[in-house]
């Protein structure tokens, strides 16, 4: 890897990573193939295999890189994961740069890039379905930024009274000071599939 980035996925193996739940559950949730990494749908897996995916180490300051590819979904259904950051330890919550499609409408900020329930992003451009997309998640200090496709669509700053305000309109309003741990774990989410991911890079900072 390039000086100061470390490579997450090499394309075999998920060493950097282990199962939100159990690790004999990955294999039904995650299929490795051609240097990419899929989420598998829920109809190829056993009825309710869940596993998302979480880095063994903890950052704080960091900038992560990855590029995914969201596939086409059933009509009237949608393709639904997202990367999660400032994971707090045992559990999948986390701030979560939104990755999803779908054929039909979204209520809220709920759309790709976005601060999972918390803030929308802006001028966020997707690619179509099935093609490569870049992202990358800035955290330093408070400060974070989501970019997708080389444009900044979303920057914010943890624990300020904006962010706040955000959080206490959001599903997370019962957790106190959510999103504003100084470091945690990353996650790749395991949410009913049709996400691809490869390049998977992050740089501390």
């Known amino acids: 890897s390039p000086a100061g980035w470390e490579s997450l996925f090499d394309g075999r193996t998920l060493d950097h990573w282990q199962s939100s739940t159990r690790d004999a559950l990955i294999p039904h949730c995650w299929r490795i193939a051609d240097g ?6 829920q109809g190829d897996r056993p009825k309710n295999a869940h596993a998302s995916l979480v880095s063994k180490k903890q ?4 900038e992560f890189v990855f590029e995914f590819k969201l596939q086409k979904p059933a009509a009237g259904k949608d393709t639904n994961s997202g990367v999660k950051y400032f994971v707090y330890p045992g559990t999948e919550l986390g701030l979560e740069y939104q990755l999803y499609a779908t054929t039909g409408g979204i209520d809220g900020p709920h759309a790709i890039a976005d601060l999972y329930d918390i803030l929308p992003s802006t001028g ?15 955290a330093n200090g408070t400060h974070c930024e989501h970019w997708l496709n080389g444009v900044k669509v979303l920057e914010f700053e943890r624990g300020s009274a904006a962010f706040r305000a955000a959080i206490a309109r959001s599903k997370f309003k019962d957790r106190d000071n959510f999103g504003e741990s100084a ?3 990353l996650l790749l989410q395991d949410h009913g599939g049709g996400v691809i991911f490869k390049n998977i890079r992050i740089k501390q900072l």
């Open 124 to 138: 966020a451009q997707l690619k179509p379905f099935d093609e490569w997309n870049s992202a990358r998640i800035v």
């Open 183 to 185: 470091a945690g774990h």
């Open 59 to 62: 950052y704080s300051n960091f």
């Open 36 to 41: 990419e990494l899929q989420s598998t749908r």
